[in-house]
């Protein structure tokens, strides 16, 4: 029998990958532990390509990993920031209904956000959208204080620092070719074989890809959106205080054109939420055979496009106008126009999870074959979640650990 080479490999540098170790070697400070990245460096996708908010839990189904693992996530995140001194502000947010038909949404939301427990949670009528944010318009509104802003990367590099001097093993440039299972599974990479006891993959919009070369199912796939942000002109007095969102629609797991503020003073609009063609279209004419034939073959990929044909239309149409873009801001920040933009813009890629079925997958899913645990499915708020997600993944293969 082949001997270990390491108590715990970690596939992925992002930020859950990097907690997942952290959390291991915290627990087992004398084992050894090795993370490995394709990338050059740590969080180069998901991680360094989000809107740096810690969110507050409110959205999610009360019961599921999300709503369980993103209050106590942002919880976390914060003592760490300030264990750690990593620049972060707890800004609070608005979720800003501007119709009456948006109302029971926001009702829906409310009571989502009660069972979750999401620290101060509050409704808010006209009078204190406008004290809260004074260039805001709405009806009604949901206040959630504890909301705030981070740069994830600046978390992951402090991960990084930390897990080296802890003597963990990271490899950067270290692509992963398959994950053998059984009672001692082997990671494959260019570099050769690496045995070890446990195998945690966090492989994020490769995710599917690798479960599937370890013998998983192909059920669900990940199909990339990506979403793109503009930037606005600073102004002298600051445009918001904190973050102003839209009441999402309950039956997708996006949240809709949202005016952010970042840790760097940046405010931005957005993201859309368009089906690309490829899993790392950061810019949108990058294009990649195997993506886009992975997508247009998987049956899931026909469904949404059928059942969600408006909304992509209404995606493509901001995707291609910026008036169309600044015009859904500003039902809830009246004034905006495009003369507000400053040419700016980013994007990141959400690696979402669709069924066979065509559903889109909302709560976090974690597979487990013997050794291996895989995160199919970890989209936001992923990132505001690594630190109590990771507690979960180590939990569920600790015992087993022990055992062996």
């Given at each position: 029998m082949v001997r270990p080479g390491h108590d715990l490999v970690v596939v992925g540098a992002g930020i859950v990958g990097l907690a997942v170790a952290r959390e291991w070697l915290r627990r087992r400070p004398a084992d050894s532990v090795a993370v490995l990245e394709r990338e050059p460096g740590p969080a180069q996708h998901q991680t360094g390509h989000n809107s740096g908010v810690i969110h507050g839990g409110i959205?999610?189904?009360?019961?599921?990993?999300?709503?369980?693992?993103?209050?106590?996530?942002?919880?976390?995140?914060?003592?760490?920031?300030?264990?750690?001194?990593?620049?972060?502000?707890?800004?609070?947010?608005?979720?800003?209904?501007?119709?009456?038909?948006?109302?029971?949404?926001?009702?829906?939301?409310?009571?989502?956000?009660?069972?979750?427990?999401?620290?101060?949670?509050?409704?808010?009528?006209?009078?204190?959208?406008?004290?809260?944010?004074?260039?805001?318009?709405?009806?009604?509104?949901?206040?959630a204080p504890n909301t705030g802003i981070v740069d994830y990367t600046a978390v992951a590099r402090a991960l990084v620092g930390e897990l080296t001097a802890a003597g963990a093993d990271i490899r950067f440039g270290t692509e992963v070719t398959g994950i053998d299972g059984g009672a001692n599974p082997v990671v494959r990479t260019g570099e050769g074989p690496l045995p070890a006891r446990t195998v945690i993959a966090c492989a994020g919009l490769w995710a599917d890809r690798l479960a599937r070369r370890a013998g998983a199912p192909r059920d669900p796939q990940i199909v990339p959106f990506r979403g793109a942000y503009l930037g606005l002109t600073p102004t002298r007095q600051p445009r918001l205080n904190g973050m102003i969102y839209p009441v999402p629609d309950?039956?997708?797991?996006?949240?809709?054109?949202?005016?952010?503020?970042?840790?760097?003073?940046?405010?931005?609009?957005?993201?859309?939420?368009?089906?690309?063609?490829?899993?790392?279209?950061?810019?949108?004419?990058?294009?990649?055979?195997?993506?886009?034939?992975?997508?247009?073959?998987?049956?899931?990929?026909?469904?949404?496009?059928?059942?969600?044909?408006?909304?992509?239309?209404?995606?493509?149409?901001?995707?291609?106008?910026?008036?169309?873009?600044?015009?859904?801001?500003?039902?809830?920040?009246?004034?905006?126009?495009?003369?507000?933009?400053?040419?700016?813009?980013?994007?990141?890629?959400?690696?979402?999870?669709?069924?066979?079925?065509?559903?889109?997958?909302?709560?976090?899913?974690?597979?487990?074959?013997?050794?291996v645990s895989h995160v199919r499915n970890a989209p936001s708020p992923a990132a505001t979640s690594a630190f109590a997600l990771a507690r979960e993944l180590v939990d569920r293969v600790e015992p087993n650990h022990g055992g062996q």
């Amino acid at each position: 029998m082949v001997r270990p080479g390491h108590d715990l490999v970690v596939v992925g540098a992002g930020i859950v990958g990097l907690a997942v170790a952290r959390e291991w070697l915290r627990r087992r400070p004398a084992d050894s532990v090795a993370v490995l990245e394709r990338e050059p460096g740590p969080a180069q996708h998901q991680t360094g390509h989000n809107s740096g908010v810690i969110h507050g839990g409110i959205y999610y189904q009360p019961g599921s990993l999300k709503a369980r693992l993103c209050v106590e996530g942002a919880r976390l995140m914060y003592e760490y920031c300030e264990q750690h001194r990593i620049p972060h502000e707890r800004c609070g947010k608005l979720i800003v209904a501007v119709s009456a038909d948006e109302l029971p949404r926001l009702d829906d939301l409310e009571a989502r956000g009660i069972a979750n427990a999401v620290p101060g949670l509050r409704r808010v009528g006209p009078d204190e959208i406008t004290d809260i944010e004074p260039n805001a318009v709405g009806l009604q509104a949901l206040h959630a204080p504890n909301t705030g802003i981070v740069d994830y990367t600046a978390v992951a590099r402090a991960l990084v620092g930390e897990l080296t001097a802890a003597g963990a093993d990271i490899r950067f440039g270290t692509e992963v070719t398959g994950i053998d299972g059984g009672a001692n599974p082997v990671v494959r990479t260019g570099e050769g074989p690496l045995p070890a006891r446990t195998v945690i993959a966090c492989a994020g919009l490769w995710a599917d890809r690798l479960a599937r070369r370890a013998g998983a199912p192909r059920d669900p796939q990940i199909v990339p959106f990506r979403g793109a942000y503009l930037g606005l002109t600073p102004t002298r007095q600051p445009r918001l205080n904190g973050m102003i969102y839209p009441v999402p629609d309950p039956e997708l797991p996006f949240l809709g054109v949202h005016i952010t503020k970042h840790i760097t003073g940046a405010v931005t609009l957005g993201p859309t939420a368009m089906m690309v063609a490829a899993r790392d279209a950061y810019l949108l004419r990058r294009w990649n055979w195997r993506d886009s034939w992975e997508t247009a073959t998987w049956p899931g990929s026909w469904r949404v496009a059928r059942r969600y044909w408006r909304v992509g239309l209404d995606e493509i149409r901001m995707a291609a106008s910026r008036k169309a873009f600044v015009a859904a801001a500003a039902r809830y920040l009246p004034g905006l126009s495009v003369d507000d933009l400053d040419g700016s813009s980013h994007a990141g890629v959400r690696a979402q999870a669709v069924g066979r079925d065509g559903s889109l997958v909302d709560d976090f899913v974690i597979a487990r074959d013997g050794s291996v645990s895989h995160v199919r499915n970890a989209p936001s708020p992923a990132a505001t979640s690594a630190f109590a997600l990771a507690r979960e993944l180590v939990d569920r293969v600790e015992p087993n650990h022990g055992g062996q």
